[in-house]
């Protein structure tokens, strides 16, 4: 089904193109990557979707409401949920008060990153997110002394603390380890399997991400869309091997 659509969804900076007339629609229960070569207008897309930059042109629908003048704010109240390519948290506090944090904000609290604020049981659904995100033997480290991976998968927790309906995740798997990269593939399968209904929707340079999670494949150029198909119809596509995949 269908949770997510752009129409006709274009963006410039200072006059200067970056996403030109983006039509795509979203299905809850699928992954979709967005691929394509640096400059490509991936990162924009992601922006103009959870309503970081206004589009220039187009609109955006987000289960059957008209969300295009609808700021980031409200947007990630509505469930759609971002992370960047470098990961945000609060680097003093531990692992388990982040998560805490973005908790109560997904239950519509204030953002207050101060200990006292913060609930003094854990819901068990924290529990459950650790363990599915393998946090949970580090929810007393300071999330600031994380490497990189962990600070990563932290981000993606914090995420799905707010219980999401459309996760945008900007290079979920940048700068690790290739350990970590297979273990980042596998949390995000669990987390499918966990959340069925779940749009996820990401960005990736690395093709053995892209290729063991994603049902659908969006190769991005010039801030195009120049296909949109199944990992199989890309790969096979003559445009996707010459612009951006190469032969192997
Ligand atoms: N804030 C901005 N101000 C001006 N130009 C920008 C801004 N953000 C992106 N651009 C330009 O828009 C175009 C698309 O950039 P974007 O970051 O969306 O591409 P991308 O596909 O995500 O690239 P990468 O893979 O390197 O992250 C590029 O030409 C970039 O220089």
Redesign the pocket.
């Known amino acids: 089904m269908t949770l997510l659509e752009t129409h006709g969804m274009s963006k410039a900076?200072?006059g200067?193109p970056?996403l030109v007339d983006a039509t795509a629609a979203f299905d809850s229960g699928q992954v979709t990557a967005l691929i394509?070569p640096?400059?490509?207008?991936?990162?924009?897309?992601f922006g103009t979707l959870a309503g970081e930059h206004r589009a220039t042109a187009g609109s955006i629908e987000f289960d059957g409401h008209d969300i295009t003048k609808w700021d980031a704010d409200r947007r990630a109240r509505a469930g759609i949920a971002r992370t960047f390519?470098v990961a945000r948290q609060f680097s003093s506090l531990s692992v388990l008060e982040n998560l805490l944090l973005s908790y109560q904000a997904g239950q519509g609290q204030w953002w207050r990153p101060w200990r006292t604020f913060l609930p003094r049981t854990v819901p068990s659904y924290i529990h459950e997110l650790a363990e599915v995100t393998r946090l949970d033997n580090l929810l007393g480290r300071t999330a600031g002394t994380l490497p990189q991976g962990d600070r990563k998968r932290l981000e993606l927790a914090m995420s799905l603390a707010q219980d999401p309906r459309v996760l945008l995740l900007d290079e979920p798997t940048a700068g690790m380890t290739d350990e970590d990269c297979v273990v980042t593939v596998d949390v995000l399968k669990d987390v499918m399997t966990r959340s069925p209904d779940l749009c996820l929707i990401l960005?990736a340079?690395d093709m053995s991400v892209v290729f063991a999670l994603a049902h659908r494949i969006l190769l991005?150029g010039q801030?195009q869309i120049l296909l949109d198909g199944t990992p199989e119809e890309v790969a096979g596509h003559e445009l996707a091997r010459t612009t951006y995949l190469g032969a192997s």
């Open positions: 900076y200072n200067v970056a394509g640096n400059g490509a207008g991936k990162t924009t897309f390519q960005t340079h991005m801030g």
